[in-house]
């Protein structure tokens, strides 16, 4: 059912149960938001989006009022445009306007509408500022609340996107603020550090603990092998950091851009994806063959193991041993490749560049240390590098595309679908479901696990196995087909978990995009589909036939599960409380 309505004098017709800032969308009307998410966060609390609407008394916030029959709705009066640049004036009087050095310069979207509305940073409400300090309590997030506004889009990601529920609005009037509940800093609560609030915050209030300083220094140091690997979403993504349209795929660009930098070895993390999955699937036939713990969970997810160990802990057991590709990867650098090259362990600056927030705690895990060092010495989140490549004077965009370094080049099909929700289970049925048939497969791909749907269910009839799967992403997602489990209410053999909605497409260190993008644009779908073209377009799409990974057990490590792949690519994971 539709309503008509007329928009700055023109008629349109909309569905009945529009808000008028949906209606403004399809009226191709860009109405500025800062506090309102599609779906989690309509709270009408930034007062940006108010329009006149004829009859009514006052201006209404367009995100939460609905339209009506006949409605005429006033966008751009001089009397709007006033009410809006008086609510930013408002929004800076408490804010610390040092956008020159803010991590979120040039993509802030309070900075943006600031310039649009003629607000300049001088002070035209006088009076009381409050001053707080940083939280960089943790690993992988930096809240600065100096510049936070109040929107709460980060609580609604971490309460309704992630069921997480660690950070909240504290105090009342004007000391509100956001923090964690008695004011504990985000280490001392169970966040699983997933950076699903970063990509939603609108501003500099959240970051990735900045560690491209560091790297940089590293990579200067001569005496050191600095060596770098990218994740398999990163290169559907790091397009976005210099202005290409989300789904751009710039693989060929980014190792070019890293071998600028100055690394001495850049790796393809597809390929220990790989070498994961042929761990992972050896485990899954062993647990099912010789009645072992089952559903069998999948672990490459560090957000996902935080919060399995702190809200699932019953499902530790469930988890996969393997350690996931970004720390198989420092593994096999700092062991097979330093024995191979006859470098010292400890001369190895292994950096990886993911999608994730969580990553950075991980590397800092007990049991993530093969050769006696951190397997993996950096990670950074795609925003890092692209801040690293803007810093280096590189021009991104008129790269060449050039090809990963040799020994670790090639990674399959089922090493770049990792990067999306459904793609590590895709890629494990593959190798898995050859292995129980002892035949090579005829069709590789099972669509059913595809998509970006929080929950997938499938059975798959593999020889006399009916082997049954479940795919969840974005933790929410995750507990819902959980709690099925824990009840008893369905079975599966082999489970797939994502922390970020979508898979690590979408993850915590992805570059931000504001909201009229976040909201209106399907960024995951774009984001994945270009490592399904990948997929589609390689010539090796199953993970036991890359032939690299083959030479690395033929050469190091024997068979997948022998004691040393033990040894050096398997981990432990402990029950935290909440
Ligand atoms: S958050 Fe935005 S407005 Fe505030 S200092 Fe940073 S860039 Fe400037
Ligand atoms: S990192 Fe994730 S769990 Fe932690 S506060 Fe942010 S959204 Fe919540
Ligand atoms: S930290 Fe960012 S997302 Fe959270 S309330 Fe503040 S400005 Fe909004």
Same mark, same amino acid.
């Given at each position: 059912?539709n309503?008509?309505?007329?928009?700055?004098?023109?008629?349109?017709?909309?569905?009945?149960?529009?808000?008028?800032?949906?209606?403004?969308?399809?009226?191709?009307?860009?109405?500025?938001?800062?506090?309102?998410?599609?779906?989690?966060n309509?709270?009408?609390?930034c007062?940006?989006?108010?329009?006149e609407?004829?009859?009514?008394?006052?201006?209404?916030?367009?995100?939460?009022?609905?339209?009506?029959?006949?409605?005429e709705?006033?966008?751009?009066?001089?009397?709007?445009?006033?009410?809006?640049?008086?609510?930013?004036?408002?929004?800076?009087?408490?804010?610390?306007?040092?956008?020159?050095?803010?991590?979120?310069n040039?993509?802030?979207?309070?900075?943006?509408?600031?310039?649009?509305?003629?607000?300049?940073?001088?002070?035209?409400?006088?009076?009381?500022?409050?001053?707080?300090?940083?939280?960089?309590?943790?690993?992988?997030?930096?809240?600065?609340?100096?510049?936070?506004?109040?929107?709460?889009?980060?609580?609604?990601?971490?309460?309704?996107?992630?069921?997480?529920?660690?950070?909240?609005?504290?105090d009342?009037?004007?000391d509100?603020?956001?923090?964690?509940?008695?004011?504990?800093?985000?280490?001392?609560?169970?966040?699983?550090?997933?950076?699903?609030?970063?990509?939603?915050c609108?501003?500099?209030?959240?970051?990735?603990?900045?560690?491209?300083?560091?790297?940089?220094?590293a990579?200067?140091?001569?005496?050191?092998?600095?060596?770098?690997?990218?994740?398999?979403?990163?290169?559907?993504?790091?397009?976005?950091? &210099? %202005?290409?349209?989300?789904? $751009?795929?710039?693989e060929? =660009? @980014?190792?070019?851009?890293?071998?600028? *930098?100055? !690394?001495?070895?850049?790796?393809?993390?597809?390929?220990?994806?790989?070498?994961?999955?042929?761990?992972?699937?050896?485990?899954?036939?062993?647990?099912?063959?010789?009645?072992?713990?089952?559903?069998?969970?999948?672990?490459?997810?560090?957000?996902?193991i935080?919060?399995?160990e702190?809200?699932?802990?019953?499902?530790?057991?469930?988890?996969?041993?393997?350690k996931?590709?970004?720390?198989? &990867? %420092?593994?096999?650098?700092? $062991?097979y490749y330093?024995? =191979? @090259?006859?470098?010292?362990?400890?001369? *190895?600056? !292994?950096?990886?560049?993911?999608?994730?927030?969580?990553?950075?705690?991980?590397?800092?895990?007990?049991?993530?240390?093969?050769?006696?060092?951190?397997?993996?010495?950096?990670?950074?989140?795609?925003?890092?590098?692209?801040?690293?490549?803007?810093?280096?004077g590189?021009?991104?965009?008129?790269?060449p595309?050039?090809?990963?370094?040799?020994?670790?080049q090639?990674?399959?099909?089922?090493?770049?679908?990792?990067g999306?929700?459904?793609?590590?289970?895709?890629?494990?049925?593959?190798?898995?479901?050859?292995?129980?048939?002892?035949?090579?497969l005829?069709?590789?791909?099972?669509?059913e696990?595809?998509?970006?749907?929080?929950?997938?269910?499938?059975?798959?009839?593999?020889?006399?196995?009916?082997?049954?799967?479940?795919?969840?992403?974005?933790?929410?997602?995750?507990?819902?087909?959980?709690?099925?489990?824990?009840?008893?209410?369905?079975?599966?053999?082999?489970?797939?978990?994502?922390?970020?909605?979508?898979?690590?497409?979408?993850?915590?260190?992805?570059?931000?995009q504001?909201?009229?993008?976040?909201?209106?644009?399907?960024?995951?779908?774009?984001?994945?589909?270009?490592?399904?073209?990948?997929?589609?377009?390689?010539?090796?799409?199953?993970?036991?036939?890359?032939?690299?990974?083959?030479?690395?057990?033929?050469?190091?490590?024997?068979?997948?599960?022998?004691?040393?792949?033990?040894?050096?690519?398997?981990?432990?994971?402990?029950?935290?409380?909440?």
């Amino acid at each position: 059912m539709n309503v008509n309505l007329k928009i700055n004098g023109v008629a349109y017709s909309v569905p009945k149960n529009a808000t008028i800032l949906d209606a403004c969308k399809a009226a191709s009307i860009h109405i500025p938001t800062l506090c309102y998410l599609k779906d989690i966060n309509a709270i009408g609390a930034c007062r940006l989006c108010l329009v006149e609407v004829k009859g009514a008394r006052s201006m209404v916030a367009s995100c939460v009022a609905p339209v009506n029959e006949g409605m005429e709705i006033f966008t751009n009066t001089p009397q709007v445009r006033r009410a809006r640049k008086l609510n930013l004036e408002l929004i800076l009087s408490d804010h610390d306007k040092s956008c020159l050095s803010c991590v979120r310069n040039k993509s802030c979207e309070l900075q943006k509408y600031c310039v649009e509305y003629g607000v300049t940073d001088e002070n035209y409400f006088k009076g009381k500022t409050n001053e707080f300090s940083k939280d960089e309590s943790t690993l992988s997030i930096v809240r600065d609340n100096n510049k936070c506004i109040l929107c709460r889009r980060c609580v609604a990601a971490c309460k309704v996107t992630q069921n997480v529920g660690v950070i909240g609005a504290n105090d009342r009037g004007f000391d509100t603020h956001i923090g964690c509940a008695f004011e504990k800093d985000l280490s001392d609560s169970p966040c699983i550090l997933c950076g699903q609030c970063i990509v939603v915050c609108p501003t500099g209030a959240l970051s990735e603990r900045d560690q491209t300083d560091e790297v940089l220094e590293a990579i200067a140091d001569k005496s050191k092998h600095a060596l770098v690997c990218t994740a398999p979403s990163v290169r559907a993504t790091l397009g976005e950091c &210099f %202005g290409n349209e989300p789904g $751009t795929d710039v693989e060929g =660009k @980014m190792v070019a851009a890293l071998r600028r *930098i100055g !690394f001495e070895g850049v790796f393809n993390m597809n390929l220990t994806a790989d070498l994961t999955i042929l761990e992972e699937a050896h485990e899954l036939i062993e647990r099912i063959q010789n009645g072992g713990k089952l559903p069998l969970i999948t672990s490459c997810s560090p957000g996902w193991i935080k919060f399995c160990e702190h809200y699932y802990p019953e499902f530790v057991e469930n988890l996969s041993s393997c350690k996931s590709p970004q720390q198989m &990867f %420092g593994a096999i650098a700092k $062991t097979y490749y330093a024995q =191979k @090259m006859g470098w010292n362990p400890e001369d *190895i600056i !292994f950096v990886s560049v993911i999608p994730c927030t969580a990553k950075k705690f991980e590397v800092k895990r007990d049991g993530q240390s093969a050769a006696g060092v951190y397997d993996v010495d950096y990670a950074i989140t795609t925003r890092e590098l692209g801040k690293m490549i803007e810093r280096s004077g590189i021009s991104f965009n008129s790269l060449p595309d050039e090809d990963f370094d040799n020994p670790f080049q090639l990674g399959s099909g089922a090493g770049a679908i990792f990067g999306a929700t459904g793609g590590v289970m895709e890629a494990a049925l593959r190798t898995a479901a050859e292995a129980i048939l002892n035949k090579p497969l005829e069709a590789v791909d099972f669509t059913e696990v595809r998509g970006v749907e929080g929950v997938k269910k499938a059975t798959y009839r593999i020889g006399d196995l009916e082997l049954k799967v479940a795919v969840a992403s974005g933790t929410s997602n995750a507990a819902e087909l959980l709690d099925l489990v824990k009840s008893g209410e369905e079975e599966f053999h082999f489970i797939e978990i994502m922390a970020c909605p979508g898979g690590c497409v979408n993850g915590g260190g992805q570059p931000t995009q504001p909201s009229y993008v976040r909201n209106y644009v399907p960024l995951k779908e774009l984001r994945a589909a270009v490592l399904y073209n990948a997929d589609k377009n390689l010539g090796i799409r199953k993970s036991h036939e890359n032939p690299q990974v083959i030479e690395i057990y033929e050469e190091f490590l024997g068979n997948p599960g022998s004691h040393k792949a033990h040894d050096i690519l398997h981990t432990h994971y402990i029950k935290r409380g909440k």
